[in-house]
């Protein structure tokens, strides 16, 4: 079993696959519901403004958004409240913009195939120095 601290209070509960406790993540899901319907029905509002209203701190609600939790509703905001954290283009969830992400994605496969490019030509070169070398007694003895 794996224990661990929650992150929010500090308490030590057994890991099932969420990073907090269950006492605060049922106060984590009671102030995404609060944000949700907040954002509803006030719909132009800005991401200070929720956090006055509704008392969840500004944190919170901008993790809900980076999380994608409240993807229908960021769209009404007046601003966007999170960047791109590669090249600072404005974004409704996650950390990275579609460019980005592409690029990124695109670079990764490339040096994957170099890689496996450069693992089979070690492979090839590996296989022609390798021989199987063995004492032959019978000329010992001649």
């Known amino acids: 079993m794996d224990v661990r601290n929650c992150p929010r209070c500090g308490s030590i509960f057994a890991y099932r696959g969420f990073r907090l406790c269950e006492s605060c993540r049922q106060i984590e899901d009671k102030e995404y519901e609060v944000v ?10 800005t991401v200070d403004k929720i956090s006055e209203e509704t008392g969840v701190s500004r944190q919170q609600i901008l993790s809900f958004i980076r999380s994608g939790r409240l993807s229908e ?8 409240p999170l960047n791109c954290e590669r090249c600072n283009k404005q974004i409704l969830e996650g950390r990275l913009c579609k460019d980005c992400q592409n690029e990124l994605t695109q670079n990764f496969i490339k040096a994957q195939a170099n890689l496996r490019k450069e693992k089979n030509l070690m492979g090839q070169n590996s296989k022609e ?7 032959d007694k019978s000329r010992e003895k001649r």
Request: proline share 4%; hydrophobic share 30%; aromatic share 8%.
């Open 36 to 45: 949700k319907i907040y954002l509803q029905k006030n719909p132009g509002t």
């Open 73 to 80: 509703e960021v769209s009404n905001l007046n601003e966007m």
């Open 129 to 135: 120095n390798a021989k199987i070398r063995y004492l």
